[in-house]
């Protein structure tokens, strides 16, 4: 069986997962080589994967490969994945795909009339609860409002970006997988708590037929907490993406006589599925299960809340 030959771009806390994910898809990957500039990400890449060469710049191996993983900080992701392109390899790019609308803009044309794959690591469309839940939500009556809090105690990490760029993403692209009301407008208030980038944001999306959504995100919180509320005239579903668990509690009372049912959800391997369907898509030519113009209207809704945060304005969200 052919097997895609592959390199992960950046060894640190993310690219040693993908790594390992690499390693657990042997009978189609072919783990070729890891990129890695830092002396000691090196001795570590190497004493964790002797069987793989080890080299600073994608340059060395671009004619080796078939496709590559960007792991690497956000400031780099457009110009890794212009490379990439331009040399017609397949691409799987961890979120965000690039770090604003201009830059998109322009992988976008790049991208065009390329006979690749190129796959975004939004994996938070990998939870098991919204193939329980995602027809429902696309289904609600109108208006309803969605709340949505991410946030953890300041890990120390991924500072090299805003809170907006490394968390609110993930809720921002969730918006968009899981509700058909689109997002119009976005309104957002930010603090710099540890960092001189924004730790913490309010969110507020108005989305169409008059819906409306509030996303709160921080990396200096005294509690961990990951949940997605929906409240409408159908009730308020809650699912706890932390614990793993859904609460419903509809307009009516369950089968049982109560008026909230709880439902525990098997946790997943979201990053061992996102690469099965990346080889898949590779080797079968078929479309990412989460393409490149999934990725770009993530980073346009961060550039609009970006921009509402630092001119306390509304931004008006205009997705392509």
Same mark, same amino acid.
């Given at each position: $069986?052919?097997?895609?030959?592959?390199?992960?771009?950046?060894?640190?806390?993310?690219?040693?997962?993908?790594?390992?994910?690499?390693?657990?898809?042997?009978?189609?990957?072919?783990?070729?080589?890891?990129?890695?500039?830092?002396?000691?990400? #090196?001795?570590?890449?190497?004493?964790?994967?002797?069987?793989?060469?080890? /080299?600073?710049?994608?340059?060395?191996?671009?004619?080796?490969?078939?496709?590559?993983?960007?792991?690497?900080?956000?400031?780099?992701?457009?110009?890794?994945?212009?490379?990439?392109?331009?040399?017609?390899?397949?691409?799987?790019?961890?979120?965000? /795909?690039?770090?604003?609308?201009?830059? @998109?803009?322009?992988?976008?044309?790049?991208?065009?009339?390329?006979?690749?794959?190129?796959?975004?690591?939004?994996?938070?469309?990998?939870?098991?609860?919204?193939?329980?839940?995602?027809?429902? $939500? #696309?289904?609600?009556?109108?208006?309803?409002?969605?709340?949505?809090?991410?946030?953890?105690?300041?890990?120390?990490?991924?500072?090299?970006?805003?809170?907006? #760029?490394?968390?609110?993403?993930?809720?921002?692209?969730?918006?968009?997988?899981?509700?058909? #009301?689109?997002?119009?407008?976005?309104?957002?208030? *930010?603090?710099?708590?540890?960092?001189?980038?924004?730790?913490?944001?309010?969110?507020?999306?108005?989305?169409?037929?008059?819906?409306?959504?509030?996303?709160?995100?921080?990396?200096?919180?005294?509690?961990?907490?990951?949940?997605?509320?929906?409240?409408?005239?159908?009730?308020?579903?809650?699912?706890?993406?932390?614990?793993?668990?859904?609460?419903? @509690?509809?307009?009516?009372?369950?089968?049982?006589?109560?008026?909230?049912?709880?439902?525990?959800?098997?946790?997943?391997?979201?990053?061992?599925?996102?690469?099965?369907?990346?080889?898949?898509?590779?080797?079968?030519?078929?479309?990412?299960?989460?393409?490149?113009?999934? *990725?770009?209207?993530?980073?346009?809704?961060?550039?609009?809340?970006?921009?509402?945060?630092?001119?306390?304005?509304?931004?008006?969200?205009?997705? *392509?």
């Amino acid at each position: $069986m052919k097997k895609v030959r592959v390199a992960v771009l950046g060894y640190g806390h993310l690219g040693k997962w993908h790594c390992q994910k690499v390693d657990a898809h042997k009978e189609i990957a072919e783990f070729v080589a890891i990129v890695e500039k830092f002396p000691a990400g #090196q001795e570590a890449a190497k004493a964790n994967h002797p069987n793989v060469r080890i /080299v600073s710049d994608i340059k060395e191996v671009i004619n080796d490969i078939d496709a590559a993983f960007v792991v690497t900080p956000t400031s780099t992701h457009f110009e890794l994945v212009k490379y990439l392109l331009e040399n017609n390899k397949h691409v799987f790019c961890e979120k965000p /795909v690039c770090s604003n609308d201009d830059e @998109a803009g322009k992988l976008a044309e790049i991208a065009k009339g390329k006979n690749v794959v190129l796959q975004v690591g939004h994996s938070e469309r990998f939870h098991e609860a919204w193939d329980k839940l995602r027809e429902r $939500m #696309q289904k609600l009556t109108p208006p309803f409002t969605v709340r949505i809090n991410r946030v953890a105690p300041f890990k120390g990490r991924a500072t090299d970006v805003d809170v907006v #760029q490394d968390l609110a993403i993930h809720d921002l692209d969730l918006m968009l997988y899981l509700f058909k #009301q689109k997002p119009l407008e976005v309104t957002a208030r *930010g603090q710099r708590i540890r960092t001189n980038k924004w730790d913490h944001a309010n969110i507020y999306l108005s989305l169409e037929d008059k819906c409306d959504a509030h996303i709160v995100v921080g990396r200096n919180s005294v509690k961990e907490m990951r949940d997605l509320e929906v409240i409408s005239r159908e009730g308020m579903l809650t699912i706890d993406l932390f614990t793993n668990k859904i609460y419903d @509690a509809t307009n009516t009372t369950f089968d049982d006589g109560s008026f909230v049912k709880e439902e525990v959800y098997s946790k997943r391997d979201h990053l061992l599925l996102e690469h099965g369907h990346f080889y898949k898509s590779v080797l079968e030519s078929k479309p990412a299960i989460i393409g490149l113009k999934d *990725g770009l209207n993530a980073v346009h809704l961060v550039d609009c809340t970006l921009k509402s945060m630092e001119t306390h304005a509304p931004v008006k969200v205009n997705l *392509g």
